[in-house]
């Protein structure tokens, strides 16, 4: 992929979004289609990585014992104590898991944490696990781990053949959306079998606006 081609992409995204104005700041994505797996067998991409620069603003919830409050408590949007999850209900876990983007939870109160929070949980794809290294201890760098977190997007093609992620908004300049773009296609090249071989378009677009090619 070349710099020019998505160069003339954006022009053309951000040409149709200063056509048709909205009351909102579009965000512009980045789809990358690939070809169908030939055989069951056949490898799906399931894997996270991190933007160099984060496209979205999260809001973060830790589950913790007593021994971390103090240093949690300033870094966390919440934080939740062992000897608080009996409050919460199937009702107040669902508004919880609307609220908060990502889910922390200190090692040794994971197995009440999963008992009591991990059905919603793992249904909206927000437990805490090692594979997005959200299971914290009083070791750890929270501060370094939460900044991470923030630029951490996922990959897949569980569902589908693409992988649809946000790169950017319509007001950020076309170098940093650029390096997302070419990041995130180097990281669905190198999880492909077959490199480029197994990609069959490449797109981008706005919110509320027609896919472009690159």
């Excluded at 923030?150 to 076309?174: F, H, I, M, P, Y």
Aim: hydrophobic share 40%; with cysteine.
């Amino acid at each position: 992929m070349e710099q020019a081609q998505i160069e003339a992409a954006l022009s053309t995204v951000k040409g149709e979004i200063a056509e048709k104005a909205r009351k909102f700041t579009q965000a512009i994505d980045l789809i990358i289609v690939t070809k169908p797996p030939r055989a069951k067998t056949d490898v799906k991409i399931d894997t996270v990585t991190n933007l160099p620069r984060a496209t979205s603003v999260i809001k973060t919830c830790a589950f913790i014992d007593k021994d971390m409050s103090t240093q949690a408590g300033g870094v966390f949007d919440k934080t939740i104590l062992k000897d608080e999850f009996g409050k919460y209900d199937k009702k107040a876990i669902k508004k919880l898991i609307k609220t908060y983007n990502f889910f922390f939870s200190e090692a040794s109160v994971m197995a009440p944490a999963a008992a009591k929070f991990g059905k919603q949980l793992t249904a909206a794809n927000k437990m805490p696990n090692p594979k997005t290294n959200t299971i914290i201890s009083p070791a750890s760098d929270l501060k370094g781990i939460v900044a991470k977190v923030r630029s951490l997007v996922k990959l897949s093609t569980k569902k589908n053949n693409a992988v649809c992620v946000k790169v950017g908004d319509q007001n950020w300049n076309n170098q940093d959306i650029s390096k997302n773009i070419l990041f995130v296609y180097s990281a669905v090249k190198s999880a492909l079998p077959n490199g480029d071989s197994s990609i069959k378009h490449v797109y981008i677009k706005p919110t509320m606006g027609k896919k472009v090619a690159l």
